[in-house]
């Protein structure tokens, strides 16, 4: 996965290389998908959501270009499998999810590997976490619109990552906090899992 899929299709940071490779994706599937878990593609994990695609979550963390020492605010948990590797990445992640089932889910899959810092959280995510603000990075795992809170919640200096759009055609777009304006950037073209409010208990 890593070489086929990832190096040579552009990735490079070596630390989220290295990541990719620890965190074993097998794990963080339905049985019934294990046998397709290291496939480029997105992969459904119940609850109408998606573990996405190794090089989709390869990019967007190689785009945060995090060094290690960094606090992260992931906005949709889902099976936990980004929220791994982005913890072998900073030194603390703060995520969010709004499907306590997959909450719960995620929550097992972490404490199985051991990860322990990670913060995680059954909310909605749209309100971010004001009591753990502020963040020098904050990812977004379903498309949409960046909420006014996430802005609020963003460190000088850090960044903004989302699949920017609806109806299943995104593009991933950063907006970095330059002396109180947004600085954006576009990528690639994308599709995720459109981004929603509220608690689903």
Same mark, same amino acid.
């Given at each position: 996965?890593?070489?086929?899929?990832?190096?040579?299709?552009?990735?490079?940071?070596?630390?989220?290389?290295?990541?990719?490779? /620890?965190? +074993?994706?097998? =794990?963080?599937?339905? /049985?019934?998908?294990?046998?397709?878990?290291?496939?480029?593609?997105? =992969?459904?994990?119940?609850?109408?959501?998606?573990?996405?695609?190794?090089?989709?979550?390869?990019?967007?963390?190689?785009?945060?270009? =995090?060094?290690?020492? /960094?606090?992260?605010?992931?906005?949709?948990?889902?099976?936990?499998?980004?929220?791994?590797?982005?913890?072998?990445?900073?030194?603390?992640?703060?995520?969010?999810?709004?499907?306590?089932?997959?909450?719960?889910?995620?929550?097992?899959?972490?404490?199985?590997?051991?990860?322990?810092?990670?913060?995680?959280?059954?909310?909605?995510?749209?309100?971010?976490? +004001?009591?753990?603000?502020?963040?020098?990075?904050?990812?977004?795992?379903?498309?949409?619109?960046?909420?006014?809170?996430?802005?609020?919640?963003?460190?000088?200096?850090?960044?903004?990552?989302?699949?920017?759009? /609806?109806?299943?055609?995104?593009?991933?777009?950063?907006?970095?906090?330059?002396?109180?304006?947004?600085?954006?950037?576009?990528?690639?073209?994308?599709?995720?899992?459109?981004?929603?409010?509220?608690?689903?208990?």
């Amino acid at each position: 996965m890593v070489e086929q899929q990832l190096r040579a299709r552009g990735i490079s940071d070596s630390r989220v290389l290295q990541a990719m490779l /620890e965190i +074993p994706r097998h =794990l963080f599937v339905p /049985e019934a998908m294990k046998a397709q878990a290291y496939r480029d593609s997105a =992969l459904p994990i119940g609850e109408g959501q998606t573990i996405s695609q190794p090089w989709m979550v390869a990019r967007m963390c190689e785009l945060l270009c =995090l060094q290690g020492h /960094e606090r992260v605010l992931e906005i949709g948990t889902g099976c936990g499998y980004h929220t791994a590797i982005l913890a072998r990445l900073c030194a603390r992640v703060y995520s969010i999810e709004r499907i306590r089932n997959l909450h719960q889910q995620a929550r097992q899959h972490l404490r199985s590997l051991h990860i322990g810092n990670v913060i995680l959280q059954c909310a909605d995510g749209c309100h971010g976490l +004001p009591g753990f603000a502020p963040f020098d990075a904050i990812i977004v795992t379903a498309g949409g619109h960046y909420a006014p809170a996430w802005i609020e919640q963003l460190a000088e200096g850090g960044i903004l990552l989302i699949p920017e759009g /609806e109806n299943g055609l995104h593009q991933l777009v950063s907006y970095r906090k330059k002396q109180g304006t947004l600085v954006r950037t576009t990528y690639e073209a994308c599709s995720f899992v459109p981004l929603r409010s509220g608690v689903q208990s």
